[in-house]
């Protein structure tokens, strides 16, 4: 198989490490993950390296391995480096956003929990007994449960 592989690298030169390196970054839309990306543009920069030197193909394989671990390295502490900083960090959690925020009860707040309306969402609600227009404060929220206190 080693052969065969060597084979085409050795007839199409350059040509087949930018194949590969298109291929890898096809892969990577099918499949994403941010990791065969590394390996594709690594391969792609081998077949620039194949034009300008003559060595073999098992040297550029090498090349080619080294650089792609390299690559991915770098490339995974720039992408959580870049993650890491959001200007709204609760902006896809719903429940977070409610934290804090007071509301009027439409309903009592009895033994077995109750009822509230946030939006055009209702919660399930847990916290001391209170009656209708009691004012309460989200202070944490526990699965598909708001637990509120008296504001």
Sequence with gaps: MLDV???LFLRYGAWSWW???LILLGLEILAPGFVLVWFGAS???VGALALVVDWS??????????LSIVLLLAGRRF????DAGSEDPLLNDRAGRIVGRTFTLAEPLGENGG???VDDTSWRI?????P???RVVVRAVEGPVLVVEAA
């Excluded at 193909?57 to 080294?66: G, M, P, Q, S």
């Excluded at 992408?79 to 870049?82: G, I, L």
């Excluded at 847990?126 to 209170?130: D, N, Q």
């Design 5 to 7: 592989l060597e084979t």
């Design 19 to 21: 194949l590969l390196g």
């Design 43 to 45: 391969a792609v920069l």
């Design 57 to 66: 193909v098992r040297t550029l394989a090498l090349i080619w391995a080294a």
């Design 79 to 82: 992408v959580r480096h870049a």
């Design 115 to 117: 009822h509230l309306t």
């Design 126 to 130: 847990r916290g001391p007994l209170l």
């Design 132 to 134: 209708i227009g009691a």
